[in-house]
Structure formats: C-alpha cells, structure tokens
C-alpha cells in the first residue's frame, strides 16, 4: 500500500535528529481557509511533478508557470508537492510557486508530515497552509502538528479516509477536513463514498474532496455534497494546457474567457 510505504520512508527519514529549522512567521493565517470559503466551489489546483501510480507528470521546471495558469483561470489555491521521494516535490519548489509574483493565490504545501519539524519546512517555504494525513500520525501527535501550524501562521488542511478518521480531526481541533475519495484497500475512487463521509463534518467545518475530480460533472457532484472546496491535480497534469483544463472544469465549456471562469 502506497500510503504505508511512503509514511514508514518519512518516519525514518525523521527519526534522526537533523536541526530543526528556526520558524519565519508569514503574515498567512486564514488565508488558505478564507480561500476555500469562497462562495460556489473552490479549486485548489495541484502541482504534482509525479505519483507512485503514474509516473512523471510535470518537469519540475514547468510548476511555476503551470502555478501562474491555475491562479489565472480560476483556481481559488495551489497545492505543491513538497515530498521527493515518491512525487519529485521539495519545499524549495513550494517556495518557488509560492514567492512567484504570478501566483496571487495562497499555496497549499502537501507532505506526508510525521514530525513538527515539517511544519517548520511548510512555513518557511512561504506556503499558506500544510496538508496532514490523520492516518499517519497519533493523536496525540496530530494535536501538537495543529498548534505548531496555527503558531506558525499556517492553516492545517487534514485529510481523511472514513468517518473514523474524520471523528479524530475533529477531536483534535480541525477546521478544514479533507476527505480523500479513494479506496485504500483497492485504490478504487467514489465520489458517492466520499459524499457519505462528508455528512459526518457538522456545519462550521470547511470541507474539501480529494481524488478523482476530472470533469465538470465531477464538480457539481461534490458540490451538491456539501463540499467547500476540491483537490484536482492529475486529470490537469495529463491536460495538454493545464489551464484549459481547468477552465474547462470549472465551466464545461473551454471556450469561455477567464473572466467568465473568475465569475
């Protein structure tokens, strides 16, 4: 299982004692979560230079200018890969994307976080926001990753897989939960799994799909879910023009002007 295999790599790789980075504090809080509030769908477009599954998606040279594409066709925020290994991220390339004065919309820096010391990382990079996997850490640990972020000037987006899962973030202070539409055990996506799990989210909790959104349809399905917000990254990747893809997603109709798609 992917998921098992790249968080034992994390946790050995964090089970030294490397020095841990001094925090520089970014006047970022709640800009991420202000972001996905926005009224009708938001899209948080992903820079993701390549998966386990699929291989090489995106040259690392090309993640600004396909960054500057999504924030100019309608994407309301960027998440960058910051994990090497698996998916040919690093925090230098969150920073990047996320000091670029094209990119006008806050960056989600996404890692297999398993030890505060990557909080340090994400705030430094200039990101707005970290991603953390309840299933990858304890609870204990999970709240101590939530204070670091919010101490950090960070927004915590974290990710879930069942309602279990979602129980937890909720117990340990979440504000913004995504819940991942893939099957861990088959790898299988359902949306309509997903939109179960979002019920469990009470009112006041920003929510946000995860996997498996390619078309317009796809949108409106989680939209009718409930969900604030969404996580769309290889069905743009793939695209010929990143940002057509995504123009086209969030309007049917990749004819449309940009101004059409920011209304």
Not at 130 to 150: M, P, Q, S
Not at 240 to 259: E, I, M, Y
Request: negative net charge; charged residues 25%; hydrophobic residues 45%.
């Amino acid at each position: 299982m992917y998921l098992d295999e790249i968080i034992a790599h994390k946790q050995r790789v964090w089970s030294g004692d490397p020095a841990s980075p001094t925090v520089t504090k970014r006047p970022n809080h709640g800009r991420f979560a202000a972001a996905v509030a926005l009224p009708g769908m938001s899209v948080i477009a992903e820079v993701k230079p390549a998966s386990p599954s699929k291989g090489q998606l995106l040259s690392t040279d090309d993640a600004v200018p396909v960054a500057r594409k999504y924030a100019a066709y309608g994407a309301r925020a960027v998440s960058v890969l910051a994990e090497d290994r698996f998916f040919g991220g690093s925090p230098e390339l969150v920073k990047r994307v996320s000091t670029d004065r094209g990119v006008d919309v806050p960056v989600l820096y996404k890692d297999f976080v398993v030890d505060p010391r990557q909080v340090s990382l994400a705030a430094n990079s200039g990101a707005a926001a970290l991603l953390i996997i309840v299933r990858a850490v304890d609870d204990e640990l999970l709240g101590e990753l939530l204070k670091d972020a919010a101490e950090a000037g960070l927004d915590a987006l974290v990710e879930t897989f069942s309602e279990q899962d979602v129980e937890r973030a909720l117990s340990a202070g979440a504000t913004i939960i995504g819940v991942n539409n893939r099957d861990l055990q088959d790898f299988s996506v359902d949306l309509d799994r997903g939109a179960r799990i979002r019920e469990s989210v009470p009112r006041g909790v920003l929510t946000v799909s995860e996997s498996g959104i390619g078309t317009a349809d796809d949108l409106r399905r989680v939209a009718e879910a409930g969900f604030d917000a969404c996580l769309v990254g290889e069905s743009l990747l793939r695209a010929a023009d990143p940002g057509v893809a995504l123009r086209t997603l969030l309007t049917g109709d990749p004819s449309r002007s940009q101004a059409g798609v920011a209304a």
